[in-house]
């Protein structure tokens, strides 16, 4: 999957271009979001011995709970920088599988926000709570109605008047309660009673070779703007042989590390990917016709 390919091309596959600077985010003259918050930093309930990290269980794994997957197969994103939302509409579909308690549920189309959103930029890269957020404002769609093309453009294959029910994201947040607020105990908690969340990281040029075990590259420490290059879905964690780890499902194909899926070690936020992590709820939409009037409008 990955010979032949160039430094631009696997780095594009990575979800963000490393040319640009960080600079070009955010204004010197703005005050830090991080700063803000930082005064009025939400203390978890894990601290306070409600519901507790040693309350749960020791392993859990959205791949099979009571012999039932709530995951759609390993995808490949192909040479589109896609994977801050193929991990964002992943999310959503699982949360709203688990949500009704029915994992055979269609999964919401990747293609949709990657190719109409205005918030991120397409197969150029993008961020996975403005993936939410615009996931929230406009909506969600099934699969059917826009099939995954890396190529592809922002058109549909459905009849939105046509649809039974409408969906959208809702009360999408930084786990933590701010940007860079994410800790293992937050991170375990909201994966275990809500679903699956999207973690973002910058991985080590080894992380395109990992064909299994648990990785292990570097320790990050919190920084104030984290330079994260790739977003990948979580969707379990574990212990082997003294070792915690994260199970996180890649958009790389299934032939990449162990089937398209990768443990991380978990407890010492290698490489970023738990400083982060972002989560959204689904819910019925009560104005289906704001996406009637975005397609109207293009």
């Not at 020791?58 to 490949?76: C, H, I, P, Y």
């Not at 957020?133 to 769609?141: E, I, R, T």
Request: net charge negative.
């Amino acid at each position: 999957m990955l010979s032949g390919k160039s430094l631009r091309e696997l780095n594009q596959m990575a979800g963000l271009r490393r040319s640009l600077p960080l600079s070009h985010m955010r204004s010197s003259r703005e005050v830090s979001f991080v700063q803000i918050q930082a005064q009025e930093k939400p203390v978890s309930i894990l601290r306070h011995g409600h519901g507790g990290v040693s309350e749960l269980p020791k392993a859990w794994d959205w791949r099979n709970v009571s012999g039932q997957s709530f995951l759609e197969t390993v995808m490949d994103q192909g040479q589109c920088g896609s994977c801050y939302t193929v991990a964002t509409t992943r999310m959503l579909t699982a949360r709203h599988r688990i949500k009704k308690k029915d994992p055979s549920l269609e999964q919401f189309s990747i293609d949709f926000p990657l190719h109409c959103s205005e918030y991120n930029q397409g197969c150029q890269g993008g961020y996975a709570f403005l993936a939410s957020k615009w996931s929230h404002d406009v909506g969600v769609l099934p699969e059917s109605c826009a099939k995954y093309a890396a190529e592809g453009r922002c058109e549909l294959s459905c009849d939105l008047k046509k649809l039974k029910k409408h969906y959208r994201a809702d009360n999408h947040r930084y786990i933590g309660g701010y940007y860079g607020g994410a800790n293992e105990a937050d991170i375990l908690s909201e994966l275990y009673h809500k679903g699956p969340v999207v973690v973002s990281f910058e991985p080590e040029n080894d992380m395109m070779y990992y064909g299994g075990g648990i990785y292990k590259s570097r320790p990050q420490p919190k920084q104030e703007w984290e330079k994260v290059d790739h977003a990948v879905l979580l969707v379990g964690y574990g212990e082997e042989d003294g070792k915690k780890y994260w199970v996180l499902q890649n958009s790389w194909g299934g032939d990449w590390g162990e089937n398209g899926f990768f443990r991380m070690i978990r407890g010492e936020n290698d490489s970023g990917v738990e400083s982060i992590a972002v989560a959204a709820d689904v819910v019925e939409d009560d104005n289906p016709n704001v996406l009637l009037q975005f397609f109207a409008s293009q």
